[in-house]
């Protein structure tokens, strides 16, 4: 009798990016999404306001495969510090 080992080859999923305008808050996020366009759970990374600041968001998921800090936010690097 012989046996086969099969292992079982994770596809990794592809992750795009998209911007999404929230018209209601008048925001423009930055959303990880599918091949479909459909955001990722804990996909949304950023928020840019109309008064042109940036807020992060918390918990985005590791799946994506970006850098994340303490807090589950995209980790920006800063050239500018240490």
């Not at 080859?9 to 808050?25: C, S, W």
């Not at 959303?31 to 807020?55: F, R, Y």
């Amino acid at each position: 009798m012989k046996f086969r080992i099969y292992e079982d080859k994770k596809k990794e999923a592809k992750v795009f990016f998209r911007l999404v305008y929230d018209i209601p808050r008048g925001d423009i996020d930055l959303v990880a999404c599918n091949e479909d366009g459909e955001t990722i759970d804990d996909g949304l990374i950023l928020s840019i306001k109309p008064s042109g600041h940036v807020a992060l968001y918390s918990d985005v998921s590791d799946r994506i495969g970006l850098s994340l800090d303490s807090e589950s936010r995209v980790d920006f690097f800063y050239p500018d510090r240490d």
